[in-house]
């Protein structure tokens, strides 16, 4: 069975859909191509930190998240913050391959009048916050799983944040909050890829405690490899009763092309139309 097909037949609305690790590594690679012509349409945008999210963010919306792309505003659904509000070129080409926009509508990437901007925006049927200022995504997820959990609401909330973004003192605010009431009902993932807009977060704020900081912020850690479909998916499901559970997800800057893998030059800038043919003929490949 195709990969296309299986897509035409999936049910969103159910949750821990049974998509086999092949599909969804095939997902991703149409994924990564989407998000490489988004961007080379634009001649703008991100693209190292848009293909290190790829895969989980393919996981939540294939295999594990409950959501209707036919009804976007449902209230049971479970929420996507994208914290890393950069990295929305990988957003708005999951959200088309599910179905919440046509795929013709990813030619207006940053284009004037367009919905899909260079942060994502609720303006984009699929999109829960607006996103640019780092730091602010974990908050608004304790808000929605609070919301939830007064509404007596099942959802959950999933947010993605970089590793750079561990550098906002809101995020340790947040991180505070959640444990203390808590949300057992939310689920961060930190995209730790190391790198950051003007290089390494060795460099500039060292992130290897990473693990040991959430934990001692009483959340439930989990360590992963960011881009195996065999560690993301059960990880997932590993939460606790009465403790927020946080993934952090050792991924790889720019993962599929070469000449962008764990490069600090590729955060915000596009290849020229010859680099760019050949990170998509990379990635077809992968």
């Not at 976007?72 to 599910?98: I, M, N, Q, T, Y």
């Not at 284009?111 to 260079?118: C, D, H, I, Y």
């Not at 290897?208 to 439930?220: E, M, P, R």
Request: proline content about 5%; aromatic content about 6%.
């Amino acid at each position: 069975m195709s990969d296309e097909l299986e897509l035409g037949r999936m049910d969103f609305t159910k949750p821990n859909r049974q998509v086999s690790v092949p599909q969804l590594q095939q997902i991703s690679k149409d994924v990564r191509t989407r998000i490489l012509q988004i961007l080379g349409e634009a001649k703008s945008g991100h693209p190292g930190g848009s293909l290190s999210a790829t895969d989980i963010i393919v996981a939540l919306y294939f295999s594990k998240m409950r959501h209707d792309p036919k009804n976007p505003k449902w209230e049971d659904r479970d929420r996507f913050l994208l914290s890393k509000g950069h990295a929305a070129s990988a957003l708005f080409a999951v959200l088309s391959k599910c179905g919440y926009i046509p795929d013709s509508e990813l030619k207006t990437y940053r284009k004037l009048n367009s919905r899909l901007q260079g942060h994502a925006d609720p303006l984009t049927p699929g999109v829960e916050i607006p996103s640019g200022p780092l730091g602010i995504g974990l908050s608004e997820g304790i808000g929605m799983a609070l919301a939830g959990r007064l509404d007596k609401k099942d959802y959950t909330v999933y947010v993605l944040m970089g590793d750079g973004e561990q550098d906002e003192g809101e995020v340790w605010e947040a991180a505070m909050s959640a444990a203390k009431f808590k949300l057992d009902n939310i689920v961060a993932i930190i995209d730790k890829n190391g790198v950051q807009q003007s290089g390494t977060t060795a460099q500039i704020m060292p992130t290897d405690s990473l693990a040991k900081k959430w934990a001692a912020f009483n959340w439930n850690v989990i360590e992963i490899n960011g881009h195996d479909f065999s560690q993301i998916l059960p990880a997932l499901d590993q939460r606790k009763k009465g403790i927020p559970t946080i993934i952090v997800a050792d991924t790889v800057k720019g993962k599929g092309v070469d000449f962008m893998e764990g490069k600090a030059e590729y955060h915000g800038k596009v290849p020229d139309k010859e680099k760019l043919q050949k990170a998509l003929d990379q990635v077809s490949k992968e």
